[in-house]
């Protein structure tokens, strides 16, 4: 799963405009700021593709479908792989409000036999992208991202892993047919991630700060 991320790179229009097809950008409402502890409910950039349009908003990062009356319930931040075609609160929005979903690394928490300790999760030092979905419901811009199960790699950590897209799946994924998306529903085949341990603060949300992503390697 995910439910904790990091999004600090301060070239996002730019590492947006680099996407295949990409010739223009928008960003009309402006880019959430450097975060080093995003959290479920609070605010995440949303990368919506059309043609060779790239625009980026500020979304709620937990799905608010159409049908919903209020925002109740827990939120909706992760959508599995396995169900999304299928399941009422993800199956609209999968058919054709798919987006991408910004990071530089994610937090994971994993028993190594003393307890639950967070773990941040990279790859490399570019930007990952996320598959994400999309919804307007109580009239505002919401989203999700897509997990699958862990591949090999990452199975030691925790059993799920968003799925991450690799350049050539990224069109696919946004502007691709339902048949077409639904090919990327497994497990990412991008490898090397890294996982070090991050600092326990991580566990309070009201904590964001760069020396939460930890210094010391595994």
């Not at 959430?32 to 605010?43: E, K, L, M, S, Y």
């Not at 059309?50 to 979304?59: F, G």
């Not at 811009?141 to 925790?158: G, Y």
Request: one cysteine or more.
């Amino acid at each position: 799963m995910c439910g904790r991320f990091v999004l600090f790179t301060e070239s996002l229009l730019a590492e947006v405009g680099n996407l295949p097809g990409v010739g223009e950008v928008h960003a009309p409402q402006g880019i959430p700021g450097p975060r080093f502890n995003i959290a479920p409910t609070q605010v995440v950039p949303a990368v919506r593709l059309r043609e060779e349009l790239a625009q980026v908003d500020p979304a709620r990062w937990g799905l608010l479908p159409g049908w919903k009356k209020d925002e109740s319930g827990p939120p909706l931040f992760n959508a599995r792989a396995e169900t999304v075609r299928s399941k009422p609160s993800f199956r609209a929005a999968f058919k054709a409000q798919r987006c991408l979903i910004p990071m530089n690394g994610y937090y994971e928490w994993h028993d190594d036999g003393a307890g639950k300790a967070p773990y941040y999760v990279t790859r490399g030092e570019g930007l990952l992208w996320a598959a994400g979905l999309w919804e307007e419901g109580l009239e505002r811009l919401s989203a999700t991202i897509v997990t699958t199960a862990a591949t090999p790699e990452m199975e030691w950590l925790h059993d799920r892993l968003p799925r991450f897209l690799g350049e050539e799946e990224v069109r696919t994924w946004a502007t691709g047919s339902p048949e077409e998306a639904a090919s990327l529903l497994a497990p990412t085949g991008l490898e090397d991630f890294s996982a070090r341990k991050a600092d326990k603060a991580v566990g309070n949300v009201s904590n964001d700060y760069p020396a939460l992503i930890g210094t010391f390697g595994v």
